[in-house]
């Protein structure tokens, strides 16, 4: 027999001894015995299980139904701990002033997640003279206890005190918001707050006392004693002022008697009306060597002599890199022709009339509302500047740097600083100055307050 004839399991047989094979072969009977024991767990499973067993669709229903239950036991709990939980915080607050109650909506009188407390209602069960504006209110006791709120201002005015607050105020339809907290310690012995933010419940009583069967309401005082008082205006006395320049003739300029015309506000809030031109506007234009060749420029007399005094010492101290003004006095009218011609721009690129104004908005101001009407204040420009006014640009010039060290010294000031646009309303501007006499400007530079702050201050 050839090898490549025989089947494997010939050649392995061949290839066993006679006690091998015997071997092999009980061992196939044992396992041939062993495939006919019944296995024994068998006898043990549940009659449930054999039950779903041989029902595949309702094991299918039962996994189904489990999986669910367990899907909306998950759901609960985790809307317990989220939805359900902020749907009960969200519930609204409940006021009372004495015997009047008053439900006010979470959402109107919770904001930013500050408690907040309408002033005017409290005013009223107070009895507090109330004065003010579209902007500011103001809550008096006398002459020497009130308090004041500017609308989104972090600041209030507590007693001539201008004081941190931790939220800013809400001036708006009729109601002054502002946070419960900073009421609820400002306001002192005459009225008593008690609070529970759990139960959202706010009750403000007014205190009472009786002589001989009369009652009587306590006194109510305010009181700054809680709060963060903000940097006090550094007394203008004491310093010494060190000019570069020799500017004797100029001091009764930069430090006018009466600085009150010097400290008019013009913004948003105050526009100057149409027929408004400067009172005393110089009829001498500034001298053209300190401004941009073929126009003229005028400033209020006052301002346009502290003008030069500083010009002069900037080309002074930096001789050729020192800036010049670009823009002075505006009349209304200019302000209205510039105000058109920026809106045409827009239009002709397609805008609608509305849309012109609201971009052009954006960067200038609505006639009446420019500052530069008041003959107080210039834009500065340096030679190097082929982009027009930019902060950017203007921030590199040394002429930039003299200025922020110097130009209080003669009177004026950065109108619009870098951290004061939600206050000032207008955007950062690094190259314009305002004339406000050197005691102002001086209490402004060093308080880092701007001058809307300022003037809420003296
Ligand atoms: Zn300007």
Redesign the pocket.
């Known amino acids: 027999m050839k090898k490549d004839d025989m089947s494997p399991i010939e050649s392995k047989e061949s290839e066993l001894n006679s006690a091998e094979l015997q071997m092999l072969q009980s061992s196939l009977a044992e396992q041939e015995d062993r495939s006919n024991i019944p296995p024994p767990e068998r006898k043990k499973q549940s009659k449930l299980v054999k039950f779903a067993k041989k029902n595949t669709a309702l094991t299918v229903i039962i996994s189904v139904f489990v999986t669910a239950l367990v899907a909306l036991l998950v759901f609960l709990c985790v809307y317990m701990a989220t939805g359900l939980a902020n749907g009960k915080n969200k519930r609204d607050y409940l006021f009372t002033f004495g015997e009047e109650e008053i439900r006010i909506k979470y959402e109107k009188i919770v904001i930013d997640e500050v408690l907040y407390i309408d002033m005017n209602k409290l005013a009223q069960y107070a009895e507090l003279s109330v004065s003010g504006s579209e902007n500011t209110m103001k809550y008096v006791v006398s002459d020497e206890q009130y308090i004041k709120f500017t609308n989104e201002s972090e600041y209030a005015i507590i007693n001539a005190t201008k004081v941190v607050i931790p939220a800013p105020a809400i001036i708006k339809n009729g109601t002054c918001l502002v946070p419960y907290d900073v009421i609820s310690k400002a306001v002192e012995t005459g009225i008593e707050f008690k609070s529970d933010r759990a139960k959202h419940t706010v009750s403000i009583t007014r205190l009472t006392y009786t002589v001989e069967d009369v009652t009587y309401n306590e006194d109510i005082t305010f009181s700054s004693a809680d709060f963060t008082a903000v940097s006090a205006i550094q007394s203008t006395s004491g310093i010494t002022f060190e000019y570069n320049a020799d500017v004797t003739s100029y001091l009764q300029y930069i430090v006018p008697e009466d600085d009150t015309p010097y400290l008019m506000l013009v913004n948003p809030q105050n526009p100057l009306s149409e027929s408004f031109v400067p009172e005393n506007l110089s009829e001498t234009p500034l001298p053209s060597k300190y401004t941009g060749q073929g126009e003229l420029y005028y400033l209020d007399e006052c301002a346009s002599e502290a003008l030069i005094a500083m010009v002069a010492a900037m080309y002074r101290d930096i001789p050729n890199n020192g800036a010049y003004v670009t ?1 002075a006095y505006r009349d209304y009218q200019y302000q209205v022709e510039l105000f058109e011609e920026y809106i045409n721009g827009y239009i002709k690129k397609g805008y609608t009339r509305d849309a012109a104004e609201a971009e052009v908005l954006k960067t200038s101001a609505r006639p009446g509302t ?3 009407q008041s003959g107080l ?3 500065f420009i340096t030679s190097g500047m082929k982009n027009g006014l930019n902060n950017t640009d203007f921030e590199k010039t040394a002429a930039f740097k003299w200025l922020s060290d110097n130009a209080y010294k003669y009177g004026f000031i950065l ?1 619009y600083p870098e951290n004061k646009t939600h206050i000032t309303s207008y955007s950062y ?1 690094s ?2 100055y305002r004339f406000v006499g050197r005691d102002a400007a001086t209490a402004i530079y060093f308080s880092d307050l701007c001058l809307e702050e300022y003037l809420e201050f003296i």
Do not use: A, K, L
Request: proline residues 0%; contains cysteine; hydrophobic residues 20%.
């Open positions: 823009s420019s500052e530069h204040c210039v834009d109108r501007e190259w314009h």
